[in-house]
Antibody, heavy 116, light 112 residues
Framework: EVQLVESGGGLVQPGRSLKLSCLAS????????MNWIRQAPGKGLEWVAS????????YYADTVKGRFTISRDNAKNTLYLQMTSLRSEDTALYYC?????????WGQGVMVTVSS | DVVLTQTPPTLSATIGQSVSISCRSS???????????LHWLLQRPGQSPQLLIY???RLESGVPNRFSGSGSGTDFTLKISGVEAEDLGVYYC?????????FGAGTKLELK
């Protein structure tokens, strides 16, 4: 069974940093592109970043480019999102999702709240 | 960026009724490799989104065949042939042809 479990969220002050993790199981992690997608409270879905299976290709939404860094450790079956210079508009539920551009499996999400 | 416009924003249906949701793209979603990466997701209340239909019309494994997708180029449709209670939630179209990947604003399906 495919499972994606996010962690690392919480309450953080504006301008500070936070690192999210997504532990994958039930499939060969190193064979799949992975993504971070977020959903602000009561709002729709926004793609944040994608990384190819070998980390050769990385893409970001303009809203996070230069502040967020997506990475992965295939030996640990883990996807990461390093978030810096956080803003109130980054407050959202952050999901990791498998398969770039298709998003066939999603985690349960982890909440990030940016507030003073 | 590609803009996906979903209509209607809200859909009221009775159990057993057939309904359709439209997703129109601001540019063609036909990839240079010949594939069209337009997919449909359902987010039930309090749950993570789940993939229903991928590449316009391909039913994801485990998804009931009352769901179907059609379309090409810039116009796409999701049809539910006989709504069931478990189908309630917000439906999103998403395109994976052009980076950045973008989602429609969603269509909320509720019981009439």
């Amino acid at each position: 069974e495919v499972q994606l479990v996010e962690s690392g969220g919480g309450l953080v002050q504006p301008g500070r940093s936070l690192k999210l993790s997504c532990l994958a199981s039930g499939f060969t992690f190193s064979n799949y592109g992975m993504n971070w997608i977020r959903q602000a409270p009561g709002k729709g879905l926004e793609w944040v970043a994608s990384i190819s299976s070998s980390s050769s290709y990385i893409y970001y939404a303009d809203t996070v480019k230069g502040r967020f860094t997506i990475s992965r450790d295939n030996a640990k079956n883990t996807l990461y999102l390093q978030m810096t210079s956080l803003r109130s508009e980054d407050t959202a539920l952050y999901y990791c999702a498998r398969r770039t551009g298709c998003f066939d499996y999603w985690g349960q999400g982890v909440m990030v709240t940016v507030s003073s | 960026d590609v803009v996906l416009t979903q209509t209607p924003p809200t859909l009221s249906a009775t159990i057993g009724q057939s309904v359709s949701i439209s997703c129109r793209s601001s540019q063609s979603l036909l990839h240079s490799n010949g594939n069209t990466y337009l997919h449909w997701l359902l987010q039930r209340p309090g749950q993570s989104p789940q993939l229903l239909i991928y590449s316009v019309s391909r039913l994801e494994s485990g998804v009931p065949n009352r769901f179907s997708g059609s379309g090409s180029g810039t116009d796409f449709t999701l049809k539910i042939s006989g709504v069931e209670a478990e189908d309630l939630g917000v439906y999103y179209c998403v395109q994976g042809t052009h980076a950045p990947y973008t989602f429609g604003a969603g269509t909320k399906l509720e019981l009439k």
